[in-house]
T-cell receptor, first 112, second 113 residues
Framework: QQQVKQSPQSLIVQKGGISIINCAYE??????FPWYQQFPGKGPALLIA?????SEKKEGRFTISFNKSAKQFSLHIMDSQPGDSATYFC???????????FGAGTRLFVKA | KAGVTQTPRYLIKTRGQQVTLSCSPI?????VSWYQQTPGQGLQFLFE???????NKGNFPGRFSGRQFSNSRSEMNVSTLELGDSALYLC????????????FGPGTRLTVL
């Protein structure tokens, strides 16, 4: 119930391609879905986040697609660049829960 | 504004010892959360504090404890260290009571020998 399942574990994409990472959740009480980006030796940094009242949110090359009925959400990185090579985590939390559940992470490598 | 700071950055301890890690949140942030990050388990929630009160706790043994001070700085303590406690311990702070946007520190790398 509290899990967030993330796939794939790792991803290799050519420069300029689209990177897609998927997450699924069970707890319908979740109402905040952020994505974090983590580079080696650094803490995760918030990339983009969405709430269930919208189906898509775009910020620059990063887009979250959200499917409430399927309880799934995904991160799309358009025009992927070598500098995007990092580990990406999806996460979920709910108002009053005071706790964030993270997916297992996806290691993205963008080939130049 | 300065980011979240964690001290020390690296720590080596032996089994059975105890350790205290420190976290200073972004100025004005009152919510502090702690996470354990390992290659096998990913990011696991430890506990969250807001205005010196623990509001939630993850599924960790009682050897893991924490506290928050009136200036929002937080510490976590691990007693009777085990080899499996080796991990990156991350602290995150949020400005509001709902801890939506969390800002992470660089972490403390703990190695237990």
């Amino acid at each position: 119930q509290q899990q967030v399942k993330q796939s794939p574990q790792s991803l290799i994409v050519q420069k300029g391609g689209i990177s897609i990472i998927n997450c699924a959740y069970e707890n319908t009480a979740f109402d905040y879905f952020p994505w974090y980006q983590q580079f080696p030796g650094k803490g995760p940094a918030l990339l983009i986040a969405i709430r269930p009242d919208v189906s898509e949110k775009k910020e620059g090359r990063f887009t979250i697609s959200f499917n409430k009925s399927a309880k799934q959400f995904s991160l799309h990185i358009m025009d992927s660049q070598p500098g995007d090579s990092a580990t990406y985590f999806c996460a979920a939390s709910y108002t009053g829960g005071f706790k964030t559940i993270f997916g297992a992470g996806t290691r993205l490598f963008v080939k130049a | 504004k300065a980011g979240v700071t964690q001290t020390p950055r690296y720590l080596i301890k032996t089994r059975g010892q105890q350790v205290t890690l420190s976290c200073s949140p972004i100025s004005g942030h009152r919510s502090v959360s702690w996470y354990q990050q390992t290659p096998g388990q990913g990011l696991q929630f430890l506990f969250e504090y807001f205005s010196e009160t623990q509001r939630n706790k993850g599924n960790f043994p009682g050897r893991f404890s924490g506290r928050q001070f009136s200036n929002s700085r937080s510490e976590m303590n691990v007693s009777t260290l085990e080899l499996g406690d080796s991990a990156l311990y991350l602290c995150a702070s949020s400005s509001g009571p709902q801890m939506d946007t969390q800002y992470f520190g660089p972490g403390t790398r703990l190695t237990v020998l």
